[in-house]
Structure formats: C-alpha cells, structure tokens
C-alpha cells in the first residue's frame, strides 16, 4: 500500500500542528518576536492558511491555553462539584492532578511564558487567569470551605487558605522546573506532594483539647 506523502496533512489535525509549532516559537523567542509568517514557516504551511484556524497571535495563545492548561482547571471543577468524598481526600486528589500535569515541560510551558510576557502584554496574564486560575481557585476554595463546614478543617479563611494551598506547589515547580534547584536531587513530584500535603493538613486540622 503506498503511504501518503508527508506534507498531505488531515485538516482536523493541522490545527494541533499551528499549536505546537506556535508553542516552540513563544519559548524560545518569545510572544512578541514570534511572527504570525514565523509560525506558518515551523508548522510548514502557509499565512493564509494559519488565519484559517486562528483570528490572530493572541488567539493561538488562547488556544494553547485551552489545550494544555484549562483542562486542568477543568476536572478540578468538576471534581470540586460532584464529589462526595471526604474534602482532604479531594484536596490531595486536586493537587495531584495540578502537580503531576504541570511537571510536563509542554504544559508547563504555557505558565512559563505567561509569566515571561505578562508584563509587556497584560491580556495574556488575563487570558490564563480567566480561563485557568478563576476556576482552578474557585474549585479548592469550595473544597476547603466543605471541609469548614463540616468540621474537618479548622474555621480559616478559605478564600486565603487556598493561596496557602496553591502557593507551595507553584513555588516548587518554578524552582525544580525552572532554577533547576536541587537537581540532583530524584524527588518525584508526589513525593513533594506528600510532604507539602501533610503539612497543609496538619495545619487544617482541628486540635483537640487533649492534644493542646
């Protein structure tokens, strides 16, 4: 059977091509010296035929988002309004899903360069805010304030607590993955979950009476 020339590509896939090819530019060049012609150049089709998938630049931004980061945000909203289970054993199940997603350099690499460019170009920090950090947020607050409610978590203010929550873990992503701080260390990113876990739960919990 003859196989199909490479350059033949299925439509429905040359979307995903313009991401990651968009991707590998906004990294290693950053957003605003990645040209709209740059991108067509490493997808390996032309102008025109990028605008046919995508508005603009900051629309491919937007659809990388979508694609690597949001869906995170996603199941952790979902999870945060169906589940029943115990809020601790959500939580852990939330920060999981964050940590171990977010230790692949591809997903990673949205927050990275959003972090990079969000001073020059605000509306990519509000991109990722809206689309990731609101819901990502709202869901462990729903999670900490049921824990409060139910007794299983001390009376704190949930809204801050989950900066408490998320805090950690941002931090050490940003000095594992990106100030290759400790690298030689083989801590996995579950083990600093369940140091980090067992830090925030203790801190949670109530104390009794006999405990002081």
């Not at 690499?109 to 509000?126: I, N, S, T």
């Amino acid at each position: 059977m003859q196989q199909e020339p490479k350059w033949r590509r299925r439509a429905e896939d040359r979307p995903d091509e313009v991401l990651d090819a968009a991707l590998r530019l906004f990294a290693s060049k950053g957003f605003a010296a990645t040209k709209v012609e740059d991108i067509a150049q490493e997808a390996g089709i032309s102008k025109g035929a990028i605008y046919r998938y995508f508005s603009s630049k900051d629309e491919i931004f937007e659809s990388l988002v979508r694609r690597a980061v949001a869906p995170i945000a996603e199941r952790a909203s979902k999870i945060a309004e169906t589940s029943r289970e115990d809020p601790r054993i959500i939580l852990k199940t939330l920060l999981t899903i964050a940590i171990v997603k977010l230790s692949d350099p591809e997903i990673l690499a949205v927050p990275r360069l959003v972090l990079q460019e969000a001073g020059r170009f605000p509306e990519l920090a509000e991109t990722y805010r809206r689309e990731v950090l609101d819901r990502g947020v709202a869901a462990i607050e729903k999670i900490v304030q049921r824990g409060i409610d139910e007794g299983i978590f001390r009376p704190v203010n949930a809204r801050l607590a989950v900066r408490n929550v998320i805090g950690p873990l941002v931090a050490h992503l940003l000095l594992s993955q990106i100030f290759k701080f400790d690298a030689e260390r083989i801590d996995s990113p579950q083990d600093f979950l369940e140091s980090h876990f067992d830090l925030l739960i203790n801190g949670l919990t109530p104390h009794t009476m006999e405990e002081g």
